[in-house]
């Protein structure tokens, strides 16, 4: 069966970097898009980002653009991203989503979530 | 930017039907597609490509798309289906993948 299994919660301090890891597996990795998706508390989902697992095609969010960085390391099948220059208002819970599809297509697998906190 | 807006609320009783809209320019254009997260979980994949419904999704979901509205219909409705439901487009203009504002589902 298919599975993302995010890293662990992370608490960074404002102006830090963090990198969360998604760890696919149950289909052939490299035949599917990964998507970030972020949660603040109590607010709603924002897509951050999307990278091709067969190419490294990358494609963020315009808000997040210079911030962020996604990539992915096929041999271990597994999905990364990296966040820098932590504020406050990144505070949320992070989500990997396999794009199940072509371009238009949704998101039909989603992992755990992982929390990151930032404060000081 | 391409802009989904949703109602926030949206209250049934058990065994009636629930509509939730999601208002987009020409959104009958786009693919929608629709989530289901409930507390401490992460969203759940609950009708793609306006209409269809993934394996293990009741029948009770089901989805529509015309025009400026797509809406998802929430038939029969169980204490179960209480949750936050967001749509979501991929908008070519911009290249960038939209979620809604999202909306709670309160059974009453």
């Not at chain 1, 997040?64 to 990539?71: A, E, H």
């Not at chain 1, 966040?83 to 794009?99: E, G, H, I, K």
């Not at chain 2, 629930?18 to 992460?42: F, M």
Request: net charge positive.
């Amino acid at each position: 069966q298919v599975q993302l299994v995010q890293s662990g919660a992370e608490v960074k301090k404002p102006g830090a970097s963090v990198k969360v890891s998604c760890k696919a597996s149950g289909y052939t990795f490299t035949s599917y898009g990964i998507s970030w998706v972020r949660q603040a508390p109590g607010q709603g989902l924002e897509w951050m980002g999307w990278i091709s697992a067969y190419n490294g095609n990358t494609n963020y969010a315009q808000k997040l653009q210079g911030r962020v960085t996604m990539t992915t390391d096929t041999s271990t099948s597994t999905a990364y991203m990296e966040l820098r220059s932590l504020r406050s208002d990144d505070t949320a819970v992070y989500y990997c989503a396999r794009l199940y599809g072509v371009t238009t297509g949704p998101f039909d697998y989603w992992g755990q979530g992982t929390l990151v906190t930032v404060s000081s | 930017s391409y802009v989904l807006t949703q109602p926030p609320s949206v209250s049934v009783a058990p065994g009636k039907t629930a509509r939730i809209t999601c208002g987009g320019n020409n959104i009958g254009s786009k693919s929608v597609h629709w989530y289901q997260q409930k507390p401490g979980q992460a969203p759940v994949l609950v009708i793609y490509y306006d209409s269809d419904r993934p394996s293990g999704i009741p029948e009770r979901f089901s989805g529509s798309n015309s025009g400026n509205t797509a809406t998802l219909t929430i038939s029969r409705v169980e204490a179960g289906d209480e949750a936050d439901y967001y749509c979501q487009v991929w908008d070519s203009s911009s290249d960038q993948r939209v979620f809604g504002t999202g909306t709670k589902v309160t059974v009453l």
